[in-house]
Protein backbone atom coordinates (compact mmCIF):
# COMPACT_ATOMS: atom_id res chain seq x y z
CA UNK A 1 0.00 0.00 0.00
CA UNK A 2 1.37 3.53 -1.09
CA UNK A 3 1.77 5.92 1.69
CA UNK A 4 0.20 8.91 1.99
CA UNK A 5 2.39 12.24 0.49
CA UNK A 6 1.74 13.24 4.41
CA UNK A 7 3.16 10.68 6.14
CA UNK A 8 6.39 10.50 3.86
CA UNK A 9 6.61 14.18 4.78
CA UNK A 10 6.39 13.05 8.45
CA UNK A 11 9.20 10.57 8.25
CA UNK A 12 11.41 12.95 6.10
CA UNK A 13 11.31 15.88 8.37
CA UNK A 14 11.66 13.68 11.44
CA UNK A 15 14.88 12.58 9.96
CA UNK A 16 16.10 16.21 9.65
CA UNK A 17 15.20 17.08 12.96
CA UNK A 18 16.72 13.99 14.27
CA UNK A 19 20.12 15.86 13.09
CA UNK A 20 18.99 19.37 14.11
CA UNK A 21 18.14 20.18 10.60
CA UNK A 22 17.13 23.66 9.25
CA UNK A 23 16.06 25.20 6.19
CA UNK A 24 18.42 27.26 4.30
CA UNK A 25 18.30 31.01 5.15
CA UNK A 26 19.11 33.51 2.68
CA UNK A 27 20.89 36.41 3.81
CA UNK A 28 20.43 40.19 2.87
CA UNK A 29 22.81 42.77 1.71
CA UNK A 30 22.39 46.48 2.29
CA UNK A 31 23.20 48.01 -1.41
CA UNK A 32 25.58 50.38 0.21
CA UNK A 33 27.62 47.85 1.51
CA UNK A 34 26.90 45.36 -1.76
CA UNK A 35 29.06 47.47 -3.96
CA UNK A 36 31.98 47.83 -1.78
CA UNK A 37 32.07 43.66 -1.82
CA UNK A 38 35.30 42.28 -3.02
CA UNK A 39 33.45 39.44 -5.36
CA UNK A 40 36.55 37.67 -6.91
CA UNK A 41 38.18 35.66 -3.88
CA UNK A 42 40.54 33.34 -6.14
CA UNK A 43 42.06 33.38 -9.81
CA UNK A 44 44.01 30.47 -11.02
CA UNK A 45 45.47 31.02 -14.12
CA UNK A 46 47.81 28.13 -16.45
CA UNK A 47 51.12 29.56 -15.44
CA UNK A 48 51.85 28.07 -19.82
CA UNK A 49 50.19 27.52 -22.96
CA UNK A 50 50.47 26.39 -26.27
CA UNK A 51 49.11 28.63 -29.00
CA UNK A 52 49.42 27.06 -32.93
CA UNK A 53 50.21 30.01 -34.97
CA UNK A 54 46.61 30.83 -36.81
CA UNK A 55 44.38 29.23 -34.71
CA UNK A 56 42.45 30.75 -31.71
CA UNK A 57 42.84 29.02 -28.11
CA UNK A 58 40.13 29.40 -24.92
CA UNK A 59 42.36 29.25 -21.83
CA UNK A 60 40.18 28.90 -19.09
CA UNK A 61 40.12 30.92 -15.52
CA UNK A 62 40.05 28.81 -12.30
CA UNK A 63 37.23 31.66 -11.22
CA UNK A 64 36.33 31.13 -6.85
CA UNK A 65 33.37 34.13 -6.10
CA UNK A 66 31.78 35.10 -2.90
CA UNK A 67 28.74 35.20 -4.80
CA UNK A 68 29.37 32.42 -7.68
CA UNK A 69 26.21 32.82 -9.76
CA UNK A 70 28.07 36.89 -10.19
CA UNK A 71 29.66 36.80 -13.93
CA UNK A 72 32.90 38.05 -14.56
CA UNK A 73 32.48 41.84 -14.95
CA UNK A 74 34.49 43.12 -17.52
CA UNK A 75 35.32 46.45 -15.97
CA UNK A 76 37.14 45.11 -13.25
CA UNK A 77 39.32 42.58 -15.02
CA UNK A 78 41.88 43.39 -17.66
CA UNK A 79 43.58 41.13 -19.73
CA UNK A 80 46.64 41.94 -21.95
CA UNK A 81 49.04 40.63 -24.40
CA UNK A 82 53.18 41.94 -24.15
CA UNK A 83 53.62 41.32 -27.34
CA UNK A 84 50.96 41.60 -29.80
CA UNK A 85 52.98 40.48 -32.90
CA UNK A 86 53.43 36.82 -31.53
CA UNK A 87 49.73 36.93 -29.64
CA UNK A 88 46.76 38.71 -29.77
CA UNK A 89 44.14 38.65 -26.59
CA UNK A 90 40.29 38.85 -28.75
CA UNK A 91 38.13 38.30 -25.71
CA UNK A 92 37.93 38.44 -21.78
CA UNK A 93 34.70 36.40 -21.11
CA UNK A 94 33.12 34.74 -18.01
CA UNK A 95 35.92 33.04 -16.87
CA UNK A 96 38.05 32.70 -20.13
CA UNK A 97 40.54 33.99 -22.13
CA UNK A 98 40.29 34.00 -26.37
CA UNK A 99 44.08 34.26 -27.33
CA UNK A 100 44.99 34.46 -31.13
CA UNK A 101 48.44 33.39 -32.21
CA UNK A 102 49.50 35.98 -35.04
CA UNK A 103 53.34 34.41 -35.56
CA UNK A 104 55.97 32.13 -33.71
CA UNK A 105 57.56 33.35 -30.83
CA UNK A 106 56.40 33.64 -27.19
CA UNK A 107 54.88 36.24 -24.91
CA UNK A 108 52.90 36.57 -21.80
CA UNK A 109 49.25 37.15 -20.82
CA UNK A 110 48.85 39.30 -17.78
CA UNK A 111 45.67 39.37 -16.53
CA UNK A 112 44.97 42.29 -14.15
CA UNK A 113 42.32 42.49 -11.42
CA UNK A 114 41.36 45.77 -9.66
CA UNK A 115 38.95 46.80 -6.94
CA UNK A 116 35.59 47.95 -8.27
CA UNK A 117 35.46 50.64 -6.02
CA UNK A 118 38.73 53.01 -6.24
CA UNK A 119 39.90 51.20 -9.94
CA UNK A 120 43.48 49.75 -7.95
CA UNK A 121 44.85 46.83 -9.18
CA UNK A 122 45.04 44.61 -6.43
CA UNK A 123 46.05 41.05 -7.86
CA UNK A 124 48.12 40.03 -11.34
CA UNK A 125 48.89 36.83 -13.06
CA UNK A 126 50.89 35.89 -15.60
CA UNK A 127 50.42 33.09 -18.40
CA UNK A 128 53.56 32.06 -20.32
CA UNK A 129 52.54 31.44 -24.25
CA UNK A 130 54.50 29.76 -26.93
CA UNK A 131 52.91 30.73 -30.52
CA UNK A 132 53.85 27.86 -33.33
CA UNK A 133 53.18 26.59 -36.50
CA UNK A 134 55.12 23.06 -35.66
CA UNK A 135 53.23 21.87 -32.98
CA UNK A 136 51.70 18.26 -33.12
CA UNK A 137 47.60 18.29 -34.28
CA UNK A 138 47.20 14.93 -32.36
CA UNK A 139 44.11 14.88 -29.84
CA UNK A 140 42.35 12.73 -27.47
CA UNK A 141 38.71 12.38 -26.10
CA UNK A 142 38.17 13.77 -22.81
CA UNK A 143 36.86 10.20 -21.54
CA UNK A 144 36.37 7.00 -23.08
CA UNK A 145 34.00 5.74 -20.76
CA UNK A 146 31.57 7.12 -18.46
CA UNK A 147 28.62 5.99 -16.22
CA UNK A 148 25.35 8.20 -16.11
CA UNK A 149 22.48 9.15 -14.24
CA UNK A 150 19.20 8.75 -16.62
CA UNK A 151 18.16 12.39 -16.48
CA UNK A 152 21.47 13.71 -15.94
CA UNK A 153 24.15 15.46 -18.55
CA UNK A 154 27.72 15.13 -18.93
CA UNK A 155 30.05 17.07 -21.52
CA UNK A 156 32.97 15.52 -23.50
CA UNK A 157 35.41 17.51 -25.20
CA UNK A 158 37.92 17.14 -27.39
CA UNK A 159 41.64 18.00 -26.09
CA UNK A 160 44.69 19.31 -28.04
CA UNK A 161 47.74 16.73 -26.85
CA UNK A 162 50.49 19.35 -27.60
CA UNK A 163 48.86 21.87 -25.21
CA UNK A 164 46.32 19.73 -23.15
CA UNK A 165 43.39 22.96 -24.28
CA UNK A 166 40.11 21.82 -25.42
CA UNK A 167 40.10 21.86 -29.09
CA UNK A 168 37.87 24.83 -30.70
CA UNK A 169 37.44 24.07 -34.30
CA UNK A 170 34.75 21.88 -36.09
CA UNK A 171 33.18 18.61 -34.24
CA UNK A 172 30.44 15.79 -35.62
CA UNK A 173 29.11 14.61 -32.52
CA UNK A 174 26.35 11.29 -32.57
CA UNK A 175 25.35 8.92 -30.49
CA UNK A 176 24.85 4.91 -31.36
CA UNK A 177 21.52 4.53 -29.51
CA UNK A 178 19.34 7.57 -29.28
CA UNK A 179 17.12 5.81 -26.43
CA UNK A 180 19.71 5.42 -24.25
CA UNK A 181 21.66 8.50 -24.43
CA UNK A 182 22.23 11.83 -27.06
CA UNK A 183 24.72 13.95 -27.53
CA UNK A 184 24.34 17.51 -28.91
CA UNK A 185 26.63 19.79 -30.93
CA UNK A 186 28.52 20.77 -27.86
CA UNK A 187 29.43 17.17 -26.82
CA UNK A 188 27.12 17.81 -23.89
CA UNK A 189 25.68 13.87 -23.49
CA UNK A 190 21.58 13.60 -21.60
CA UNK A 191 21.20 10.22 -20.29
CA UNK A 192 17.84 9.31 -21.77
CA UNK A 193 17.41 5.21 -20.08
CA UNK A 194 19.22 2.60 -19.25
CA UNK A 195 21.69 1.05 -21.21
CA UNK A 196 24.79 0.79 -23.25
CA UNK A 197 25.65 3.09 -26.09
CA UNK A 198 28.41 4.77 -27.88
CA UNK A 199 29.18 8.37 -28.45
CA UNK A 200 31.39 9.07 -31.53
CA UNK A 201 33.07 12.39 -32.25
CA UNK A 202 34.52 12.96 -35.84
CA UNK A 203 37.28 15.30 -36.90
CA UNK A 204 38.28 16.27 -40.36
CA UNK A 205 37.04 12.33 -40.77
CA UNK A 206 39.68 10.77 -37.38
CA UNK A 207 36.95 9.82 -35.30
CA UNK A 208 36.58 9.37 -31.46
CA UNK A 209 34.64 7.07 -29.27
CA UNK A 210 33.64 7.04 -25.47
CA UNK A 211 31.26 4.18 -24.30
CA UNK A 212 28.16 5.85 -22.53
CA UNK A 213 26.32 3.41 -19.71
CA UNK A 214 23.22 4.78 -18.11
CA UNK A 215 23.16 2.48 -14.82
CA UNK A 216 20.84 4.60 -12.02
CA UNK A 217 17.74 6.11 -12.60
CA UNK A 218 17.26 10.15 -11.50
CA UNK A 219 16.01 9.43 -7.46
CA UNK A 220 17.09 6.08 -7.76
CA UNK A 221 19.60 6.52 -5.01
CA UNK A 222 19.45 2.67 -3.89
CA UNK A 223 20.46 1.28 -7.45
CA UNK A 224 17.52 -1.12 -7.41
CA UNK A 225 15.38 -0.31 -10.58
CA UNK A 226 12.82 1.97 -8.49
CA UNK A 227 12.39 4.85 -7.25
CA UNK A 228 10.35 4.44 -3.47
CA UNK A 229 10.13 6.24 0.30
CA UNK A 230 13.30 4.64 0.87
CA UNK A 231 15.56 6.39 -1.65
CA UNK A 232 13.34 9.33 0.24
CA UNK A 233 14.87 8.83 3.33
CA UNK A 234 18.34 8.54 2.09
CA UNK A 235 18.46 11.33 0.41
CA UNK A 236 16.76 13.28 3.51
CA UNK A 237 19.11 11.78 5.51
CA UNK A 238 22.16 12.85 3.44
CA UNK A 239 20.98 16.15 3.18
CA UNK A 240 21.48 16.61 7.26
CA UNK A 241 24.57 14.21 7.28
CA UNK A 242 23.28 11.22 9.33
CA UNK A 243 24.52 8.87 6.00
CA UNK A 244 26.88 9.06 3.01
CA UNK A 245 26.50 9.08 -0.76
CA UNK A 246 28.97 8.31 -3.67
CA UNK A 247 29.32 8.04 -7.24
CA UNK A 248 26.18 7.41 -9.15
CA UNK A 249 23.77 7.02 -5.59
CA UNK A 250 25.48 10.83 -5.13
CA UNK A 251 24.17 11.88 -8.72
CA UNK A 252 20.59 10.00 -8.47
CA UNK A 253 19.96 12.13 -5.28
CA UNK A 254 20.36 15.29 -6.84
CA UNK A 255 16.67 15.37 -8.31
CA UNK A 256 16.74 18.75 -9.29
CA UNK A 257 20.06 18.93 -10.93
CA UNK A 258 20.95 22.15 -9.36
CA UNK A 259 24.84 20.62 -7.76
CA UNK A 260 23.23 20.01 -4.25
CA UNK A 261 21.78 17.45 -2.55
CA UNK A 262 19.13 18.92 -0.09
CA UNK A 263 15.50 18.38 1.84
CA UNK A 264 14.16 19.85 -1.66
CA UNK A 265 15.48 16.59 -3.56
CA UNK A 266 13.71 14.24 -1.13
CA UNK A 267 10.52 16.31 -1.17
CA UNK A 268 10.33 15.62 -5.09
CA UNK A 269 11.38 12.31 -4.54
CA UNK A 270 8.45 11.57 -1.94
CA UNK A 271 5.74 13.37 -4.63
CA UNK A 272 6.89 10.70 -6.96
CA UNK A 273 6.38 7.83 -4.54
CA UNK A 274 2.92 9.05 -4.13
CA UNK A 275 2.63 10.14 -7.71
CA UNK A 276 2.08 13.68 -6.86
Request: charge should be negative; glycine fraction near 6%.
Amino acid sequence: MKKSLRNILSVLMSAALLSNFTLPVTASIDNSVKNQIEFISEVTLPETAKIKTGETSIIQLGVTRVKPMVSTDPDNFEVVSEDETVLKIKELNNGTISATGISNGKTNIVLSIYNLSTMEKIEEYVCNVEVSDSFSDEKELSEKEIRMVAGKKHELYINELYNGLPFMGDVKWSSADKSVAIVNDSGIITAKSLGETSVKAVIDDVEYQCSVFVECLLGDVDNNGEIDVFDAVKIARYSVGTTDLAGLSLDAADYDDNGVVDVFDAVSVARITVGK
